[in-house]
């Protein structure tokens, strides 16, 4: 298989680029970007070609295309990739408006291209076993669940400056890090009714010029009463990613550092460790191999892109 990059906007670009290089099989043919100091340094530090055009990166032998664009530039590159024939891997989130999201799902199944997006905690061996006892009825019927995502990005200065643009972000703490949260809350619940946000902006660093969130809470609800709460941030960096899901009869509680925990009547309600699923391979990990699981296609993508219009408007 062919791999070629499009885009070196988003910071995870080098690690997708690795993956696909360390893969069996697997030749990154090159690399796609329109500014043309990053093109260069990026294929210069990763040893890989660079196109000169985007034309050229179309016209290529590229079987797939990584897309680490700015999300504001997903329409018209996804599109165009999907009209080439070609596979996608992208970035969330798809888009910044349903619409948007709506034409890059015609492009892709109107050319019957293979699409995935990075929707990582979904191979979460922790959350994966949270899914588990849920569908196994240990909790009964959900009610509520609470998800934290945080890092100190902010704080320590290594998140670049282009991620604090708005209009080619869509928003900031939320949209980037807090988009793993409503992924799984939609995964568990379903897409909410009404949405309640709280942006503040904790550490106002010189690069946040526009002044977008790195501190937020959203508050969702439901028609059935159910509650989902997503937390996020730039500013919190020793804070352990954390999911909680209460049910009316038990609880489930996942940190990273502590593993999965059950409390129900088996439990005397008391919190007992859970033994924890394996983690599976990643998304794009799956897409090179072709063994691409359930959750991560086109649909959950637009779905995405829904909540975040729940919380930012479109």
């Known amino acids: 298989m ?31 970007e329109e500014n043309e100091q990053w093109k260069c340094d990026f294929a210069k530090a ?9 034309e050229d990166l179309l016209n290529s032998e590229a079987d797939m295309v990584i897309v680490c664009t700015s999300t504001n530039k997903h329409p018209y590159y996804i599109c165009k990739i999907a009209e080439a024939k070609k596979d996608i891997f ?12 709506e034409e890059i799902k015609r492009a892709v199944e ?27 009825g240990a909790i009964g019927k959900v009610n509520y669940v609470r998800f934290r995502n945080a890092h100190g990005g902010s704080f320590a200065d290594w998140l670049p400056e282009h991620f604090y ?4 972000c869509g928003g900031g703490a ?21 949405y309640s946000t709280t942006f503040n902006v904790y550490a106002p660093v010189p690069k946040n010029k526009d002044m977008v969130e790195d501190h ?51 439990t005397d309600y008391e919190l007992k460790k859970v033994e924890q699923l394996p983690d599976i391979p990643e998304p794009l990990e799956q897409l090179l191999s072709g063994k691409i699981a359930e959750g991560s296609g086109i649909d959950e993508a637009v779905d995405l892109t829904r909540m975040m219009v729940g919380v930012y408007g479109e």
């Open 2 to 32: 062919k791999v070629a990059i499009c885009g070196t906007w988003h910071v995870h670009a080098s690690h997708y680029t690795n993956v696909a290089k360390m893969t069996d099989g697997v030749e990154v043919i090159g690399v796609y």
């Open 46 to 54: 990763l040893d890989i070609p660079a196109f000169d055009t985007f």
């Open 90 to 101: 992208t970035e969330k989130v798809l888009a910044l408006t349903v619409k948007e999201c």
């Open 110 to 136: 109107d050319n019957g291209v293979k699409f995935v997006i990075s929707f990582v905690h979904k191979c979460n061996g922790g959350v994966r076993t949270v899914k588990k006892l849920i569908a196994d």
């Open 165 to 168: 643009v708005k209009e080619t």
């Open 174 to 194: 939320m949209i980037d890090l807090g988009a793993h949260g409503m992924y799984l809350i939609n995964d568990i619940l379903g897409l909410p009714e009404k």
């Open 216 to 266: 937020v809470v959203t508050v969702m609800s439901y028609k059935n009463g159910a509650i989902a709460i997503n937390e996020s941030g730039f500013v919190s960096p020793a804070t352990p990613c954390m999911l909680e899901v209460g049910g009316e009869d038990g609880f489930i509680s996942y940190c990273e550092e502590r593993g999965v925990e059950l409390s129900n009547k088996s």
